[in-house]
């Protein structure tokens, strides 16, 4: 395995990692909204409507929109690592 390779595959195993650790933590910061307003409204924590209204609002942009932008971005950096990785084999 040359060199360069060897770089993008590390450079990729890292941005998959803190692509993966974002999503994760996103995933359950949107559960924990979830659950406080299916709380608040006084309904049982099973409840699917306020999860999906949560996930909703969290792909138009109203809810962490900043964790939201995040993964974009990473997402797309890790496209363009796999690209890269494939130019260079």
Excluded: H, Y
Aim: glycine share 4%; net charge positive.
């Amino acid at each position: 395995m040359s060199t360069t390779a060897c770089v993008t595959l590390i450079l990729q195993g890292v941005i998959f990692a803190a692509w993966a650790a974002l999503m994760f933590r996103t995933l359950f910061r949107l559960n924990t909204i979830a659950e406080r307003r299916r709380r608040a409204l006084g309904q049982s924590p099973l409840p699917f409507r306020q999860t999906i209204s949560t996930f909703a609002d969290f792909a138009k942009g109203r809810t962490l929109r900043p964790d939201r932008n995040r993964l974009i971005w990473l997402t797309l950096l890790l496209f363009a690592s796999i690209a890269l990785g494939a130019a260079a084999r």
